[in-house]
């Protein structure tokens, strides 16, 4: 909301302009990808620069468009982070793309965050676009995804991208394992109305701590139902329900509604204790 819609509107015109008539392997107009990007850094709630780099980021490596050019139009610290993810992207997919590589390139780029930010915005658009490719490559990306990204979300803390990039890669290594997990969660029978009642039974007993708390599902992505199928040898997806407590108000009382939720659990039985 607080974002500067005439600079937003100027760099989506300028990247529209510089890939028209590039088409992505989807068979979309390319200007697809980069206002996808934007959109999924927008939802992260980054600043106006990290928008407006995202919608660029490709023009510099795809287009007649030079960094010079960008930075003229829009400051150095947007180009900055365009070469910032061109550089990755180079070092990446390159011949020379060992691990220890990509290690010191992500140390290069982390020195200015949001590179990594839009890149891993990047990539879970390609991701979610991955059928256009041939299942050789959706294998070979997913991989990488799974070897360098997925870790790169987890020391960012970025759990939102984390989780989906998770289920894509499973969808893309393991096509049974995800359709498993997936026809489960279309089809479980209860599961909601089980949940409405571990929330209020969950409520009921922060209400006699005196605590202040907001207690909701937490619906779990398929890859973290599917971990917990293979680690437990199940022949059938498994899972258990999830529920989180938000607090309002001192340290302490975490430590106590943890306690009111564990004296919850264990009067509806093992399965809701966890």
């Given at each position: ?12 015109g300028i990247?529209?302009q510089?890939?028209r008539?590039q088409?992505?392997?989807?068979g ?5 990808h980069p206002?996808?990007?934007?959109q999924i850094?927008?939802d ?5 620069t990290?928008?407006v780099?995202?919608?660029?980021h490709d023009?510099?490596?795809?287009t007649?468009y030079?960094?010079g050019?960008l930075e003229?139009?829009f ?13 990755f ?8 793309a060992?691990?220890?590589t990509?290690r010191?390139m992500?140390?290069?780029?982390g ?9 891993l915005a990047?990539?879970?658009?390609n991701m979610?676009?991955?059928d256009?490719r041939?299942r ?7 991989t990488?995804?799974r070897d360098?990204l ?5 020391r960012?803390?970025i ?8 289920d894509w890669?499973?969808?893309a290594?393991?096509p049974?394992g995800?359709a ?5 969660v279309?089809?479980?029978k209860?599961w909601d109305?089980?949940?409405v009642?571990?929330?209020a ?10 605590i202040?708390?907001?207690?909701t ?13 293979v680690?437990?040898?199940f022949?059938e997806?498994y899972?258990?329900p999830r529920?989180?407590i938000?607090?309002?108000g ?5 430590y106590?509604?943890?306690g ?8 509806r039985?093992?399965?809701s204790?966890?």
């Open positions: 909301p607080g974002g500067d819609v005439t600079l937003l509107r100027r760099a989506y990247a529209e510089m890939h008539g088409m992505r392997k989807s979309e107009p390319f200007i697809s206002l996808a990007v934007a850094l927008a992260l709630g980054m600043d106006t990290t928008l780099a995202a919608l660029l023009t510099v490596e795809d007649s030079t960094l050019a003229r139009d400051g150095s610290e947007v180009a900055l982070l365009v070469d910032g993810v061109t550089k992207d180079k070092v990446f997919y390159g011949a020379d060992e691990a220890e990509i010191k992500i140390v290069s780029a020195r200015d965050v949001r590179v990594l930010v839009i890149k990047d990539r879970l658009h979610r676009t991955l256009a041939s050789s490559s959706q294998v070979r990306i997913a990488a995804t360098v997925i870790p790169l979300c987890d960012l803390g759990q939102a991208l984390k989780r989906e990039l998770e890669v499973l969808r290594v393991n049974s995800y498993l997990v997936d026809d489960y279309r089809h479980r209860g109305e089980h949940l009642k571990v929330t039974a969950v409520d009921t007993e922060l209400s006699k701590f005196k202040t708390a907001n207690v599902p937490r619906p779990r992505h398929l890859y973290s139902i599917w971990k917990d199928t680690n437990g040898n022949t997806a899972d258990l529920v989180v938000i607090v309002d001192p340290d302490t009382d975490c106590a509604a943890l009111a939720a564990t004296c919850c659990g264990r009067r039985g093992p399965r204790s966890r």
